[in-house]
């Protein structure tokens, strides 16, 4: 157990839907990290932030966006949801940037 | 630009046999190395980590890494692959642009044991 928790852990949804994944980092950890793994694409960095700041960027969609609240958890919001959208979302975290990443076991998103 | 490159896609090995997963990366000067395993349906773990210092690291599941700086390498090694090694394996590096760390990972090694 990684102490990363994500929310929820299997989503069914739509084309054109709005859904949110929520992700608590692990205790003391500041920078919370979005990746989205597809079986086409592998693992893409989204986004990261520190603290309740944005801090790096990746390749996320416009479609998407992300939210560090001051509880340090975060949500990823996925809207106007396209069949390839359909992938593992996961959340990591870490103390700082420089240490390791400790991943969630991810949300996986079926969009129908 | 930086960037990590895992040569092979897919590697199988009879139970047993030792293990050697190739990673290098491209960067200016040293970066910050990592090594983590997904099993299947799961999240990604860490294995081992360089920073500095010793270029051997020894991780968790009896996993070691070189770090080779002539040539830009961090190759994951194990002496003696078990069947539950079975997963993908991923590269990362920690790298510095214009003053912002940048984490990259390699697009992964998937890894098959024999019995």
């Known amino acids: 157990d990684s102490g990363v928790t994500q929310t929820p852990k299997h989503l069914i949804t739509a084309t054109g839907q709005r859904v949110t994944l929520r992700c608590s980092p692990r205790?003391?950890?500041?920078?919370v990290y979005w990746y989205q793994q597809s079986l086409d694409q592998g693992l893409q960095f989204l986004i990261q932030?520190?603290?309740?700041?944005?801090?790096a960027k990746g390749n996320i969609l416009e479609r998407f966006s992300a939210q560090q609240f001051p509880d340090l958890h975060s949500e990823l919001n996925l809207s106007s949801l396209e069949l390839g959208d359909s992938a593992l979302y996961f959340c990591?975290?870490?103390?700082?940037?420089?240490?390791?990443?400790?991943f969630g076991p991810g949300t996986r998103l079926t969009v129908l | 630009a930086q960037s990590v490159t895992q040569p092979d896609i897919h590697i199988t090995v009879s139970e047993g046999a030792s293990l050697e997963l190739r990673c290098n990366y491209s960067y200016g000067a040293t970066p910050y190395l990592f090594w983590y395993v997904q099993s299947p349906g799961q999240g990604l773990q860490l294995l081992l980590k360089?920073?500095?210092?010793?270029?051997l690291v020894q991780g968790i599941k009896g996993f070691e890494a070189e770090f080779k700086r002539s040539q830009s390498s961090f190759n994951l090694r194990k002496p003696s692959v078990h069947w539950s090694d079975a997963a993908e394996y991923f590269c990362a590096v920690g790298t510095f642009t214009s003053g912002t760390y940048k984490y990259i990972f390699g697009t992964g090694t998937r890894l098959k044991v024999l019995a």
């Open positions: 990591a975290s870490s103390v700082s940037d420089y240490n390791e990443q400790f």
């Open positions: 360089y920073f500095s210092g010793d270029t």
């Open positions: 932030y520190y603290n309740g700041e944005e801090r």
């Open positions: 205790s003391g950890d500041l920078s």
